[in-house]
Nanobody, 117 residues
Framework: QVQLVESGGGLVQAGGSLRLSCTAH???????SMWWYRQTPGKQRDWVA????????NYVDSVKGRFTISRDNAESTAYLQMNNLRPDDTAVYYC???????????WGQGTQVTVSS
């Protein structure tokens, strides 16, 4: 069973940077794509970025040019480098692993990112 553990959130001023990490502690061989989502109180969880097993990436328009998703397969870890952060990036960020069938196999515990103006 896949277990994902996140780290790297925090408080940063607008224009600053943070890097989130998401490590699979078991079952990594069953993972195809790694996703980052974010959620604010009272709203649905929205996807932010995705990286597939072959390294293909995609981003929601609002973070293109500012966020970069990457993965280290040897370390079973995915990263989200967030630059030029804005107050509207404030949210709880969750990583998600999906199988080769596109089904969700695990969620991280979530990490708070707060951007002050």
């Amino acid at each position: 069973q896949v277990q994902l553990v996140e780290s790297g959130g925090g408080l940063v001023q607008a224009g600053g940077s943070l890097r989130l990490s998401c490590t699979a502690h078991s079952g990594a061989a069953s993972i195809d794509s790694m996703w980052w989502y974010r959620q604010t109180p009272g709203k649905q969880r929205d996807w932010v970025a995705v990286i597939t097993s072959d390294g293909t990436t995609n981003y929601v328009d609002s973070v293109k040019g500012r966020f970069t998703i990457s993965r280290d397969n040897a370390e079973s870890t995915a990263y989200l480098q967030m630059n030029n952060l804005r107050p509207d990036d404030t949210a709880v960020y969750y990583c998600n692993a999906k199988s080769y069938y596109g089904t969700s196999v695990a969620w991280g515990q979530g990490t708070q990112v707060t951007v002050s103006s």
